[in-house]
C-alpha cells in the first residue's frame, strides 16, 4: 500500500517548486528570487537513472562570493530530496543564482566534520532549518556548490 503521507508530500513540493520556477520565468526574475529572507536559485540536475535535466529552486542559506551553500532538508522529510541524490551521481551540475544566466557549477556534499561547523551559520540564516533537522533520524545533508574547476 502506498504511503499516502509521501505522496501528497511529494505532489506539494512538485506544485511549489513549479510555481516558483513559473513566477520566476514569468517575472523574468523580479518576484522569486528571495523567500523566507534568503536567496533562491535553480539548480539543474542530471537524473540518476533517466539523465535528463531536472530543475529546482532552492533557497540559499550562505553566499560565499561565487560559492553557495544549500541544504537538502526536504521539510525535515524521513527522506532526501530528489535532487540530492541526483547530484550525489553525478555532481556536474547547472545553477542559476537570482534568475541570472546559468552557469557550469560543481556539487560536494559537505563532509561530516565541514556540516558540523556550517550548520550553526545555516541555522541563523533560517531557524526553520532547526525545526527540519528535529523532524528526522537522517542528518540533513549540506552541499556546496562552487564553479567547475574551481
Not at 503521507?5 to 513540493?13: C, E, G, K, M
Not at 516558483?20 to 522569486?32: C, E, F, N, P, S
Not at 527522506?79 to 557549477?105: D, I, K, Q
Request: hydrophobic fraction near 35%; proline fraction near 8%.
Amino acid at each position: 500500500m502506498p504511503d499516502t503521507r509521501r505522496i501528497v508530500t511529494d505532489l506539494r513540493l512538485k506544485t511549489v517548486a513549479s510555481l516558483h520556477r513559473t513566477l520566476l520565468d514569468v517575472t523574468g526574475g523580479r518576484i522569486g528570487t528571495r523567500f523566507k529572507n534568503m536567496p533562491t536559485l535553480t539548480l539543474t540536475t542530471a537524473g540518476r537513472r533517466s539523465g535528463r535535466p531536472h530543475t529546482v529552486v532552492l533557497t540559499v542559506p550562505i553566499v560565499d562570493g561565487d560559492r553557495y551553500l544549500v541544504v537538502a532538508s526536504r521539510g525535515g522529510d524521513a527522506v532526501s530530496p530528489a535532487w540530492y541524490h541526483n547530484l550525489c551521481t553525478e555532481p556536474r551540475v547547472e545553477v542559476s543564482f537570482r534568475h541570472g544566466a546559468a552557469r557550469p557549477m560543481t556539487a560536494r556534499v559537505l563532509t561530516p566534520a565541514e556540516r558540523e561547523a556550517r550548520w550553526p551559520q545555516v541555522v541563523r540564516a533560517y531557524p526553520g532549518y532547526a525545526d527540519y533537522q528535529k523532524r528526522t533520524a537522517r542528518r540533513i545533508p549540506l552541499i556546496e556548490l562552487s564553479p567547475r574547476g574551481k
